[in-house]
């Protein structure tokens, strides 16, 4: 089982970046997706989360309207666009598998991507 998520770097407050994660050695349209970040000195805490089908997504409060899951079940691939960042987004983020309606992590972890939000 591979979770690689790429697409991170360094980007000024109010800009964007699209992360992406892909899955493999796992029948990826069968599980929902989260995506979760750590920041410095914090726990690992959810951010958002993708069903099945891609038709139902969620978000903690923080990054409601900024942020926006997607996924290509044909690709393997879930994305996690990121818009208006601010500095408190500045994390290592992380895909996961997710049990739906929940928000802690699966049996499936990925590599971290930084996201680091300079002002």
């Known amino acids: 089982v591979q979770l690689q998520a790429s697409g991170g770097g360094l980007v000024q407050v109010g800009g964007s970046l699209r992360l992406s994660c892909a899955a493999s050695?796992?029948?990826?349209?069968?599980?929902?997706m989260g995506w979760f970040r750590q920041a410095p000195g914090k726990e690992r805490a959810f951010v958002g989360r993708i069903s099945r089908s891609g038709g139902s997504t969620a978000y903690v409060d923080s990054v409601q309207g900024r942020f926006t899951i997607s996924r290509d079940n044909a690709k393997n691939t879930v994305y996690l666009q990121m818009n208006s960042l601010k500095p408190e987004d500045t994390a290592i983020y992380y895909c996961a598998t997710i049990t739906p309606g929940s928000t802690r992590p699966g049996n499936y972890w990925g590599q971290g991507t930084l996201v680091t939000v300079s002002s």
């Open positions: 050695g796992f029948p990826f349209s069968s599980y929902s």
